[in-house]
């Protein structure tokens, strides 16, 4: 497996004015990119860039730039397959021969970096190819454009990089892989991240959700106070159902009373008998009323383990025609759970807990929650609740999926 650097380095470096080493998924470019600041660009910098990458370097921005830059789109209809967003081509327009030396180069990227520059400081078209970033970055967009502007802004520096993809220099013709780019990165001292790191370190570091309303809602289960929130990135809305004072006895949110529940509208709301979502759900509410003091979250975005509600259709109909919950995903070449718990973590420390007892079966959830700040002091299990419809598909989450579903083997199909 290959050894990345933190991302707290990375963002030292290029804050020193250092390039640093960026990977992306396998499964996307499979790609590394030499990246650094814009405003920190040197003849020296761009002159490394060029000599082991391809040379096509680009400047990511941030869509507010790219506007302030008169920096429209290279093409109206934007056709490459992983929604790179390339502008027009600039040079600076003073100060520079050509425009394509490292120097003129670095020169036309630190003007493109510069709060006071205007778009009548360029000549379009030109050497240098700006980007325009996804807002949200990272979290918006895992590719190497948003990972620019990210680093850059962690780095306390203006939200515009420079990158270009390095090629292999053992296999010719082709870019570097992950493997070779960790050699490439330790020959020059320079950091090697990924970009699931990046996105992992700023779900953890960030805070990407607001609290919108509350309000009483009474259930057969009693009075609860809906708490909702929206993610700042992509507008989901999230709603925690709360009983009780949370801040406890001791006025310190511990030992909470949670779970943590995925939304399943087939489950939830139809009342479908192919999972145990509803029942589930259902019990939560009436375990947390019992106790007087605690939370249910509802977690939009998680519908069918996070692949979305068409692709769960879709991994029915194959279910249907004999895989398992598990097979079904991957032949859809969707992960088996695609669930992130950072924007859960972040609301529960936003109603004041501190520690918990978390209703699950599934031990994979306890781990998603840690090292947000919050201490689970205990794994409470939900009852079981299958029947006739649901049992392989549970039977397939405990033996595949390692959820403790306790006295599944007793049950009595009959009995449904």
């Known amino acids: 497996m290959t050894r990345f650097d933190t991302i707290e380095r990375a963002v030292a470096d290029i804050a020193a004015g250092k390039a640093v080493v960026v990977v992306d998924d396998e499964d996307r470019e499979n790609e590394g990119d030499l990246i650094f600041a814009a405003e920190k660009a040197t003849p020296e910098l761009v002159a490394f860039m060029v000599r082991y990458t391809s040379g096509y370097l680009c400047v990511p921005l941030d869509g507010e730039d790219c506007d302030r830059l008169g920096l429209p789109p290279m093409y109206s209809v934007n056709q490459d397959k992983h929604g790179t967003a ?16 490292a120097s003129d180069r670095a020169a036309t990227m630190r003007l493109l970096a510069d709060p006071n520059s205007t778009a009548q400081d360029f000549t379009r078209p030109g050497h240098v190819v700006p980007l325009r970033a996804k807002e949200g970055g990272v979290l918006r967009r895992p590719g190497h454009t948003e990972a620019a502007v990210d680093l850059a802004r ?3 520096l203006r939200p515009a990089g420079v990158i270009c993809e390095i090629v292999s ?25 990924s970009i699931a790191d990046l996105i992992a370190w700023r779900r953890k ?59 399943c509208l087939t489950g939830d709301v139809f009342g479908s008998l192919r999972c145990d979502c509803g029942p ?31 692709h769960k259709l879709q991994a029915y109909q194959l279910q249907d025609s004999g895989s398992d919950t598990v097979d079904a995903n991957l032949q859809l070449g969707l992960p ?37 700040g919050l201490q689970i002091t205990e794994r409470v299990p939900m009852p079981l609740r299958a029947n006739r419809e649901n049992i392989s598909y549970l039977r ?8 403790d579903l306790i006295g599944l083997d007793e049950f009595d199909e009959g009995d449904a």
Do not use: C, W
């Not at 390339?86 to 030396?101: C, F, K, L, P, Q």
């Open 169 to 193: 220099q053992k296999d010719e013709g082709e870019m570097a892989r992950t493997d070779e780019l960790r050699v490439f990165a330790d020959e020059h001292e320079l950091a090697l991240i």
């Open 336 to 372: 088996a759970d695609a669930r992130d718990y950072g924007i859960g973590a972040q609301i529960l420390v936003d109603l004041g807990i501190s520690s918990m007892r978390l209703l699950t079966n599934n031990p994979a959830k306890r781990v998603g929650l840690d090292g947000y």
């Open 154 to 156: 962690m780095a306390d």
């Open 86 to 101: 390339y502008t027009v081509t600039v040079d600076a327009r003073e100060g520079i021969g050509t425009g394509i030396s």
């Open 205 to 263: 570091h960030e805070k990407h959700v607001v609290r919108v309303a509350e309000a009483r809602i009474p259930t057969r289960h009693g009075d609860f106070t809906a708490v909702g929130y929206q993610s700042i990135y992509d507008d989901v809305e999230h709603v925690a159902l709360v009983r009780g004072d949370i801040a406890g006895p001791d006025g310190d949110g511990s030992d909470v009373l949670v779970r943590v529940h995925s939304e």
């Open 280 to 310: 589930q759900l259902d019990a939560a509410l009436e375990m947390v009323a019992e106790e007087g003091r605690g939370v249910v979250l509802y977690m939009r975005g998680h519908e069918g383990r996070g692949i979305g509600l068409m």
């Open 396 to 403: 397939t989450k405990r033996d595949r999926m390692g959820h």
